[in-house]
């Protein structure tokens, strides 16, 4: 595969037929925005009113199209006819690693969707864009978590050094996942208008199961998923 300057993911998707599937996801080295080249004509169901979020922030006149459907047409289309739970080869290659698992295509395409969601353009999604840039395939929900977490602490030490409060109880996070999972409700219905099999909506319901769990997991103050990492470090006393 060509060398470029940009990051790239390839997923691979090799079937039980033996049919395989390559998609090329290009990012911003810089700004992690997806670098996409826009369709002629876009399906109606990429229009920002179809069942629009309740809290999007864009308007018609200006963005006539949501920007996560409109890249997300030529994965919906190839998917549409397949099952949530056929079996696939799911190979990720970047640059600087390579990942492979026997997996559901709902989960492969799960894993391609969160890059792509975050990355295109949504006002609300994009709020997680930093943890495309360590993006993770396949991982749990222990290592969502401390990605998540992670990276918003993170931001909150940058926002210090520039003079403004930071949020060390993670109440931002919180409110940034129930924003999410409203973006993920109307994300569900739009793809569930369309007519074919449910491996691309199931991809989506996967994103969402963590996007609550992470959400669940802060408000009630159970982060010990991921606390007894620091249990014997000597710093919890």
Not at 38 to 49: A, G
Not at 122 to 134: A, G, N, Q
Not at 186 to 213: C, M
Request: hydrophobic share 40%.
């Amino acid at each position: 595969m060509v060398e470029k300057e940009n990051l790239v993911f390839y997923y691979t998707f090799t079937k039980e037929d033996g049919s395989i599937k390559i998609f090329e996801i290009e990012l911003n080295q810089q700004t992690l925005e997806l670098i996409h080249e826009p369709f002629s004509k876009l399906p109606v169901w990429t229009e920002l009113e179809f069942n629009k979020c309740p809290n999007c922030p864009l308007n018609k006149e200006q963005t006539p199209n949501c920007p996560v459907a409109t890249n997300i047409v030529e994965m919906v289309e190839i998917f549409k006819d397949s099952k949530s739970f056929e079996n696939a080869t799911v190979q990720i290659t970047t640059s600087q690693r390579e990942y492979r698992k026997e997996a559901s295509l709902q989960q492969g395409v799960s894993s391609m969707l969160g890059i792509i969601m975050v990355s295109a353009g949504c006002p609300i999604l994009s709020k997680l864009r930093p943890m495309v840039r360590f993006h993770l395939p396949f991982a749990s929900t222990e290592e969502t978590i401390y990605r998540a977490v992670s990276m918003y602490l993170v931001n909150q030490y940058f926002r210090s050094q520039n003079g403004i409060d930071p949020d060390w109880k993670l109440n931002g996070l919180m409110d940034i996942y129930k924003k999410i999972h409203n973006v993920n409700i109307a994300f569900f219905n739009r793809l569930s208008s369309l007519k074919g099999k449910d491996a691309n909506v199931n991809a989506l319901i996967i994103l969402d199961n963590f996007a609550n769990y992470i959400n669940f997991s802060i408000d009630r103050k159970k982060l010990s998923k991921i606390k007894w990492m620091f249990d014997n470090t000597g710093d919890q006393k």
